[in-house]
Each structure stands twice: as C-alpha cells, then as structure tokens.
C-alpha cells in the first residue's frame, strides 16, 4: 500500500508508546516497514515549532509499505483505540480513515 512521507509519520504517532510484549513486536515490525531513519527526517527537514512540527512532506515521494494481516488488523486496533479515547484529530484524520479501510 502506497503512503505518503506525512501517513508514514502520522501512523508512527498512531502506535502505542507502551503495550504488552505481543504488540510492541508488531509495532517494531510496522516501524521497520515505514522506514521512518534519521536519514528520512533530515530529507523532509522535521523540525518542531511551537505548538507542534513542521516538514516539507513533498521532499519525499509516496512509498510503497507491505503490511501483513497481523499489522494490517493491529493499526485498525489502533484506529479504533484512537477513535474510543478520542484521540483522532485533523492531523490524522486522512490516515485513520486510510487504515480503517484496509
């Protein structure tokens, strides 16, 4: 599935900081397939600002991430944790309706 430089960001902030051992597995598995690298925030130029970040998005093209079932069903567990809490805003918005979806 294709994502762009700011869904790849915005799923990495859709993922639990804390879990069981079981999760954070399938967390570090779906942070490796983002391939969100130093190198990669030094590209979209991250930096914070106040109130939250700022990048140029559009120095990255759209990348081509494989998902499993396994990861597919964890990010739309995390989709609907977001959602009960919510925690869905408009800067995840577009990728919470994306994973929802898959």
Not at 35 to 56: E, H, Y
Request: hydrophobic share 35%; net charge negative.
């Amino acid at each position: 599935m294709k994502f762009s430089a700011k869904d790849r960001y915005a799923i990495l902030d859709l993922l639990p900081i804390q879990s069981n051992l079981q999760d954070q597995i399938i967390c570090q598995s779906i942070r490796k397939s983002l391939d969100l690298t130093p190198d990669f925030f030094s590209r979209i130029k991250l930096s914070q600002v106040q109130g939250g970040i700022s990048a140029s998005w559009e120095l990255e093209d759209d990348m081509d991430v494989e998902l499993n079932e396994i990861e597919k069903t964890f990010l739309k567990s995390c989709v609907q944790k977001n959602d009960t809490e919510n925690k869905i805003h408009k800067d995840n918005l577009d990728i919470c309706l994306k994973l929802k979806n898959l």
